[in-house]
């Protein structure tokens, strides 16, 4: 997702420097090339060879090294970045930029560089409401400093409140976003995730294996592209993904419920969720004893949601998902038309990698003018990223 990236990660002292050391792992697993710039104050928490192994490149500490500035190393430095990010971001070194001081190796390359520069703040919470740091970081984003929010927590020094560094994570998606093109930016989108639950009794329900990931993958791509992102999401064990809008369902009639609510707001929806087509005809308000041999359950049939979208007169843009044990081009160009959408997505679930609860898929592309695109074998994350290619070229055109 990373690939070809260069990132310069400038460490500030600050006790949620560890934290960084996990971002670093996040950034090069996704194929980013990573440099380490670490202030006096970040070694005195970490020393560079933790970041020099990890990122497996020499880590920068000083402006006047007589090796590196023999090229004038900061500037290389700082002209080669796709990105920069600061973390944790101490109050003294965004000062220092905001107020133009450039006395250190980090701070006299972020002055130079051209690249996008992101901070992930960490600081006592008195400190991150003082009138001065609020100047200052509001100074930055007016000229177009990117920031990932400090979340609230119990902090280092044992206060509580808002200047606990953001998860790795979440910082990472930061960074992920500050590299993509907006090319679906003031689009709304929702997208539908997860399996649904429909109970029998108190402690029993009907439900499949889908894990979620394919559509919180495609949540995560779609809010990075620019987009206004709902995602309505069946129980899973996934973190809500950052900057979207996020609504939890538990049943194909919640599901239905959440889906129809936005449905005018959206331009594109996209549906991943595995709902469930038969929920059982009555649900017993307590603990279904075991009495004979064998047991029967009288189901009826859910509302199909991508159906009941599909006959809007003026709908927006509607991807379906196929997920199909055989003759997956002919069953899923039969949803295609009886559904009425716009495209959908193809998956052969009786493959060991693709479909449910794995982290790849195998996916044909199928659109209404009749042409199909064999996706082959892709992460999740790379599928989303090739749905929303069409999707965003379809906007575009209309
Ligand atoms: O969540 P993961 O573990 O990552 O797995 C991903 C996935 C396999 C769940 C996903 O890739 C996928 O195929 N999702 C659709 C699963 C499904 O329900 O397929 P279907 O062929 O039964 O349904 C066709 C379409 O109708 C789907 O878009 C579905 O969301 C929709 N539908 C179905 C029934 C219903 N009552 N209402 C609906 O809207």
Same mark, same amino acid.
């Given at each position: 997702?990373?690939?070809?990236?260069?990132?310069?990660?400038?460490?500030?002292?600050?006790?949620?420097?560890?934290?960084?050391?996990?971002?670093?792992?996040?950034?090069?697993?996704?194929?980013?090339?990573?440099?380490?710039?670490?202030?006096?104050?970040?070694?005195?928490?970490?020393?560079?060879?933790?970041?020099?192994?990890?990122?497996?490149?020499?880590?920068?500490?000083?402006?006047?090294?007589?090796?590196?500035?023999?090229?004038?190393?900061?500037?290389?430095?700082?002209?080669?970045?796709?990105?920069?990010?600061?973390?944790?971001?101490?109050?003294?070194?965004?000062?220092?930029?905001?107020?133009?001081?450039?006395?250190?190796?980090?701070?006299?390359?972020?002055?130079?560089?051209?690249?996008?520069?992101?901070?992930?703040?960490?600081?006592?919470?008195?400190?991150?409401?003082?009138?001065?740091?609020?100047?200052?970081?509001?100074?930055?984003?007016?000229?177009?400093?990117?920031?990932?929010?400090?979340?609230?927590?119990?902090?280092?020094?044992?206060?509580?409140?808002?200047? *606990?560094?953001?998860?790795?994570?979440?910082?990472?998606?930061?960074?992920?976003?500050?590299?993509?093109? *907006?090319?679906?930016?003031?689009?709304?989108?929702?997208?539908?995730?997860?399996?649904?639950?429909?109970?029998?009794?108190?402690?029993?329900?009907?439900?499949?294996?889908?894990?979620?990931?394919?559509?919180?993958?495609?949540?995560?791509?779609?809010?990075?592209?620019?987009?206004?992102?709902?995602?309505?999401?069946?129980?899973?064990?996934?973190?809500?993904?950052?900057?979207?809008?996020?609504?939890?369902?538990?049943?194909?009639?919640?599901?239905?419920?959440?889906?129809?609510?936005?449905?005018?707001?959206?331009?594109?929806?996209?549906?991943?969720?595995?709902?469930?087509?038969?929920?059982?005809?009555?649900?017993?308000?307590? *603990?279904?004893?075991?009495?004979?041999?064998?047991?029967?359950?009288?189901?009826?049939?859910?509302?199909?949601?991508?159906?009941?979208?599909?006959?809007?007169?003026?709908?927006?843009?509607?991807?379906?998902?196929?997920?199909?044990?055989?003759?997956?081009?002919?069953?899923?160009?039969?949803?295609?038309?009886?559904?009425?959408?716009?495209?959908?997505?193809?998956?052969?679930?009786?493959?060991?990698?693709?479909?449910?609860?794995?982290?790849?898929?195998?996916?044909?592309?199928?659109?209404?003018?009749?042409?199909?695109?064999?996706?082959?074998?892709?992460?999740?994350?790379?599928?989303?990223?090739?749905?929303?290619?069409?999707?965003?070229?379809?906007?575009?055109?209309?």
């Amino acid at each position: 997702m990373l690939t070809n990236k260069k990132i310069i990660l400038g460490i500030c002292g600050g006790i949620a420097v560890y934290k960084a050391v996990e971002l670093l792992r996040l950034l090069t697993k996704a194929g980013a090339e990573v440099h380490v710039i670490m202030t006096s104050a970040a070694q005195e928490f970490v020393t560079p060879l933790t970041f020099q192994t990890l990122s497996s490149n020499p880590v920068h500490t000083e402006l006047f090294n007589l090796i590196a500035e023999r090229e004038i190393g900061h500037i290389s430095l700082a002209d080669q970045a796709d990105l920069f990010i600061i973390v944790p971001a101490t109050a003294n070194v965004i000062g220092k930029i905001a107020a133009g001081i450039a006395d250190d190796l980090l701070t006299t390359t972020v002055m130079a560089t051209k690249a996008p520069v992101l901070f992930a703040p960490a600081m006592n919470v008195n400190m991150f409401t003082n009138p001065i740091y609020r100047e200052n970081e509001q100074k930055l984003r007016r000229l177009g400093y990117l920031f990932v929010d400090p979340i609230r927590g119990t902090l280092a020094c044992g206060w509580e409140g808002e200047g *606990k560094l953001a998860a790795p994570e979440t910082i990472f998606e930061g960074a992920s976003a500050a590299l993509t093109e *907006k090319d679906l930016l003031n689009r709304t989108i929702m997208i539908t995730a997860g399996p649904t639950r429909e109970e029998i009794d108190p402690v029993r329900y009907i439900s499949n294996h889908s894990s979620g990931k394919m559509g919180y993958a495609l949540a995560r791509a779609a809010s990075r592209r620019g987009a206004n992102v709902f995602l309505i999401s069946g129980p899973t064990t996934l973190a809500e993904p950052c900057g979207v809008q996020f609504v939890n369902v538990t049943s194909a009639d919640d599901m239905h419920r959440e889906v129809m609510a936005r449905v005018d707001e959206c331009d594109v929806i996209i549906k991943a969720a595995a709902v469930a087509d038969y929920r059982p005809l009555v649900r017993s308000a307590t *603990k279904i004893k075991k009495k004979a041999d064998s047991a029967t359950i009288e189901l009826v049939r859910n509302r199909d949601i991508l159906a009941e979208l599909g006959g809007i007169e003026h709908r927006p843009f509607l991807v379906g998902f196929a997920a199909e044990t055989d003759a997956l081009a002919i069953n899923a160009e039969k949803k295609l038309r009886e559904k009425n959408l716009d495209m959908i997505v193809a998956n052969d679930v009786s493959q060991v990698d693709a479909g449910f609860n794995v982290e790849t898929n195998r996916a044909l592309l199928l659109f209404r003018d009749g042409r199909c695109i064999d996706c082959g074998l892709m992460s999740k994350d790379q599928l989303a990223g090739t749905i929303l290619d069409h999707v965003a070229a379809r906007l575009m055109a209309d």
